[in-house]
Nanobody, 127 residues
Framework: QVQLVESGGGLVQAGDSLRLSCAAS????????MGWFRQAPGKEREFVAA????????YYADSVKGRFTISRDKTKSTVYLQMNSLKPEDAAVYYC????????????????????WGQGTQVTVSS
């Protein structure tokens, strides 16, 4: 059974940093895309960042470019999200996602691209 387990969320002040981690078990995702999405209360789940499993290409939402960095350890099927200069609008539940295929039509920035999801970790940013 595939599981994605996120950790690293918490309560921080605006301007602080957090590092989220997501560990996958049950199968390897070394060649498959992995990413991060977030969902704030009353809003739809939105794309944050993703990394290709094939060439390491990274993708970011405009709202987090320059502040967030995605990285992954393929040997451990673990993906990280380093979040710097956090803003109150970054507050949300952050979800890790992994695709079951290295090649699939849906864009890497869309939720439908991903087959597996973690349970989410809460990030709260006080102003």
């Amino acid at each position: 059974q595939v599981q994605l387990v996120e950790s690293g969320g918490g309560l921080v002040q605006a301007g602080d940093s957090l590092r989220l981690s997501c560990a996958a078990s049950g199968r390897a995702f070394s060649g498959d895309p992995m990413g991060w999405f977030r969902q704030a209360p009353g809003k739809e789940r939105e794309f944050v960042a993703a990394m290709s499993g094939m060439d390491g290409s990274t993708y970011y939402a405009d709202s987090v470019k320059g502040r967030f960095t995605i990285s992954r350890d393929k040997t451990k099927s673990t993906v990280y999200l380093q979040m710097n200069s956090l803003k109150p609008e970054d507050a949300a539940v952050y979800y890790c996602a992994a695709s079951g295929s290295a090649f699939a039509p849906p864009a890497i920035t869309t939720t439908v691209r991903y087959d597996y999801w973690g349970q989410g970790t809460q990030v709260t940013v006080s102003s």
